[in-house]
């Protein structure tokens, strides 16, 4: 399998989490590219010429992270995704709402890249209430996530590390401590260690 992918983009650090945690280093090739710069194997594969893409064994192309990691937990028993029932949707929570908090960041961070005189204040600022608010719910429901690591873990791990990466306000640690510490735990796996941006 290939895996293409951008060092900074935090839905490829989720999936590349999955990789490294599913042990699946060696069954996966990772290609990194840039999606700006008009990757053409890229777009060949995915008409939205988005990263992550995985390219399976027959050729068949998967994209958008939760389908690549959701695909790639099949590969081995021990599920990072439960197959059923509460937990199951519980996990998926977990990932929708981590993932709504990358969207959010993504979109503050490429407003600011926009001329000055055509950023948006008040877009910006809505997306940041919408990261504040949804990490107020993360701490609140930090004993909701599962026992052992899953793919909400993953999912919120990527989120935390792209805030820290990109983006220099909200400041979440100040008013999010008990996440933070979680994170800061969290943080010291060896695939978050290996998956870092650069």
């Not at 949804?134 to 052992?148: A, H, I, K, Y």
């Not at 401590?177 to 969290?186: I, S, V």
Request: hydrophobic share 35%.
């Amino acid at each position: 399998m290939k895996l293409f992918y951008s060092k900074t983009s935090p839905y490829s650090r989720k999936v590349r989490l999955v990789i490294h945690e599913k042990g699946l280093n060696q069954a996966v090739t990772c290609v990194a590219c840039t999606p700006f710069n008009n990757a053409s194997e890229l777009q060949a594969e995915n008409p939205l010429g988005k990263v992550p893409t995985l390219i399976l064994d027959d050729g068949t192309p998967l994209y958008d992270s939760p389908v690549i990691c959701e695909y790639l937990d099949t590969l081995t028993a021990d599920r990072l995704l439960p197959e059923s029932g509460l937990e199951r949707w519980t996990v998926l929570r977990w990932q929708a709402l981590c993932d709504g908090i990358l969207d959010a960041a993504y979109n503050i961070v490429m407003e600011r890249r926009r001329p000055a005189q055509e950023q948006s204040a008040d877009w910006i600022t809505q997306r940041g209430t919408q990261i504040r608010r949804s990490l107020d719910v993360v701490q609140e429901s930090l004993d909701t996530l599962p026992g052992r690591v899953s793919l909400a873990q993953l999912s919120l791990g990527s989120s935390l590390a792209y805030l820290d990466f990109r983006l220099s306000e909200p400041v979440w640690r100040d008013r999010h401590p008990e996440l933070t510490a979680w994170h800061e735990d969290f943080s010291r796996r060896d695939a978050m260690q290996s998956t870092q941006p650069e």
